[in-house]
């Protein structure tokens, strides 16, 4: 069973601060995804990795796919009190086509 | 990006009754929908992956006769929550994915938040 873990699960951080968010896994995977998810919505898709050792930025943030596909990192720089959210990654498993989640990391950014 | 409607967005059932969510892709063709279920706090549980016109697969611990899913279509699914409990209780989340196996995306339903009394 591939399986994805993320860390940290929770981090509250002063406006401003920099950080950055983890998420891997002992298995390759095609590509992984980066989900931004508000209280009481559904989770809405940020960026896909494809290729090992993409970077992909988004504003101030910035997404790197690990060379090898197992692992990815999301970069926030200055972040600000609107970055407040969960923020998940998820990738397919295998030939199961199953869309699998990390835990998820719980941000808190303090004005 | 795709649009994927879940409806209703939130319900409230007495225990003992069965409650039915929907979950529809408005603009394109779903291969694949995926079911979860999230707890306060806590990231998405996988309950079952279902593909149009075929059963779908659960995962372990999911009751397959309580949560019945039917994809009729490449646009719906359903899933219905039977003969509800408190413990049923959650937020229920869709999404619909659609490509090749390499390059596949999935996009969200916005969640049905169940309660049951």
């Known amino acids: 069973t591939q399986l994805l873990e993320q860390s940290p699960q929770f981090l509250s951080i002063q406006e401003g601060e920099n950080l950055t968010v983890y998420c891997n896994s002992s298995?390759?995977?095609?590509?992984l995804q980066w989900y931004r998810q508000e209280p009481g919505e559904g989770p809405v898709l940020l960026v896909t990795?494809?290729?090992?050792?993409e970077v992909k930025k988004l504003k101030r943030l910035t997404f790197q796919f690990g060379d090898a596909r197992k692992d990815s990192s999301l970069h926030i720089t200055a972040a600000q009190p609107g970055d407040t959210g969960l923020y998940l990654c998820?990738?397919?498993?295998?030939?199961?086509?199953?869309?699998?989640f990390g835990q998820g990391t719980t941000l808190q950014v303090k004005p | 990006g795709a649009v994927v409607s879940q409806h209703p967005s939130w319900v409230i059932c007495k225990s003992g009754t069965s409650v039915k969510i929907e979950c529809r892709s408005l603009?394109?063709?779903?291969?694949?929908m995926f079911w979860y279920r999230q707890f306060p706090k806590q990231s998405l549980m996988l309950m079952a992956t279902?593909?149009?016109?075929?059963?779908?697969?659960?995962e372990q611990g999911v009751e397959k006769d309580k949560f019945l899913i039917n994809h009729a279509s490449l646009t719906l699914s359903t899933l219905t929550v039977t003969s509800a409990h408190p413990e049923d209780s959650s937020f229920y989340i869709c999404?619909?994915?659609?490509?090749?196996?390499?390059?596949?995306?999935?996009?969200f339903g916005q969640g049905t938040r169940l309660t049951v009394v």
């Open positions: 603009d394109f063709q779903a291969t694949t």
């Open positions: 999404s619909a994915s659609y490509g090749t196996a390499m390059n596949t995306e999935a996009f």
């Open positions: 298995s390759v995977f095609s590509s």
């Open positions: 998820a990738g397919f498993s295998g030939n199961t086509g199953k869309l699998i």
């Open positions: 279902s593909n149009e016109g075929s059963k779908a697969t659960y």
């Open positions: 990795v494809v290729t090992g050792g």
